[in-house]
């Protein structure tokens, strides 16, 4: 497909060759550039389903990698997701750095969450508890989702602690969220009609038996979420 004779419209903040403007792309690779260059709104909602990677061809992967990786210094959230999500290795080293100049505790989680993805970097780690244990309500419900990325004992851990948050709706989230976990379903229901309660979590969080299910649940949910399931 050529983008000069289609309706996509890439955004001119971007730094994209001319030559990838140029073509001829396959709709997968259309899809790429329209989601991440060009309306990205539904994208950063989380609305979009980005299965389409897996039929970009090996060379349109690694024009997609370059895409991002050069465009990294915008530090926009998807993005820097994006990067992740193609496994560019190459992307490491300036996200480090980009992660050791960056003030917002908000942008570092999402540069720490991408270098977890990326290399199982620790600091991942480190940059979720520096989330648990702030304040800021709002910052902990848009980065809630991330503990599961984890995928082990920690990430129970982490749910159980934030049952004794002080805002309400981020004890919901953990509480069903564990809910969800144990039952391998969502519960779109209130806290009053989840399975569990709180005290259920807190009593069997140091039950070898109980960790081991839990975990064993995040991991089969988590290849879902990859495969897009």
């Known amino acids: 497909m050529d983008l000069l004779n289609s309706s996509v419209i890439l955004s001119d903040v971007y730094e994209i060759p001319e030559a990838v403007v140029r073509g001829p792309h396959s709709n997968a690779f259309v899809q790429f550039l329209q989601n991440w260059f060009g309306n990205s709104a539904a994208l950063t909602r989380g ?7 897996n039929d970009l061809t090996s060379s349109e992967r690694q024009i997609a990698q370059d895409l991002l990786r050069r465009n990294l210094k915008l530090r926009y959230t998807h993005v820097i997701e994006g990067v992740a999500a193609l496994g560019d290795l190459a992307s490491i080293p300036i996200l480090r750095a980009m992660l050791a100049s960056e003030p917002d505790v908000s942008r570092k989680l999402t540069i720490a969450g991408a270098l977890w993805k990326l290399d199982q970097d620790v600091v991942f780690v480190d940059c979720l508890n520096q989330m648990i244990s702030n304040k800021n309500a709002t910052f902990k419900q848009a980065h809630f989702h991330q503990i599961l990325w984890l995928g082990d004992e920690r990430a129970i851990d982490f749910l159980v602690e934030l049952l004794e948050d002080s805002d309400q709706f981020v004890r919901f989230l953990a509480l069903s969220t564990l809910n969800g976990l144990e039952f391998e379903r969502l519960f779109f229901v209130p806290e009053a009609k989840l399975p569990c ?8 969080r140091k039950d070898a038996d109980f960790r081991s299910m839990m975990v064993a649940h995040l991991r089969a949910r988590n290849v879902k979420v990859v495969n897009g399931q």
Do not use: K, N, P
């Not at 309660?197 to 069997?204: E, K, M, N, V």
């Open 47 to 53: 609305e979009v389903d980005v299965t389409f990677l």
């Open 197 to 204: 309660g709180s005290d259920a979590y807190r009593l069997r």
